[in-house]
C-alpha cells in the first residue's frame, strides 16, 4: 500500500516539473497554473526545511 502512494507522489512531482517546463515555454494556461501550484508547494517546502534545520547545526567535533 505504502508503495502505492509513493508512486502516486513521483507521478504528481514529475507531472509538475513537466508543467514547468511546459509552461515556461508556452504552454495552455492549465500547465502554468500547475506550474505556479508546484513552484508554490516547492517554495513552501524549502522555507519549511530551512526553519527545521536552522536550530540543529552541524557541529564537527574532531576526536584527534
Given at each position: 500500500?505504502i508503495?502505492v502512494l509513493?508512486?502516486g507522489?513521483?507521478?504528481?512531482?514529475?507531472?509538475?516539473?513537466?508543467c514547468?517546463v511546459?509552461?515556461?515555454?508556452?504552454?495552455?494556461?492549465?500547465?502554468?497554473?500547475v506550474?505556479?501550484v508546484t513552484?508554490t508547494?516547492?517554495?513552501?517546502l524549502?522555507s519549511?526545511?530551512?526553519?527545521r534545520?536552522?536550530?540543529s547545526?552541524?557541529?564537527s567535533?574532531?576526536d584527534?
Amino acid at each position: 500500500m505504502i508503495v502505492v502512494l509513493l508512486l502516486g507522489v513521483l507521478v504528481l512531482v514529475i507531472g509538475g516539473c513537466v508543467c514547468v517546463v511546459w509552461a515556461e515555454r508556452g504552454g495552455p494556461r492549465w500547465a502554468r497554473v500547475v506550474a505556479t501550484v508546484t513552484l508554490t508547494a516547492s517554495e513552501v517546502l524549502r522555507s519549511s526545511s530551512k526553519k527545521r534545520g536552522s536550530g540543529s547545526g552541524t557541529s564537527s567535533q574532531g576526536d584527534d
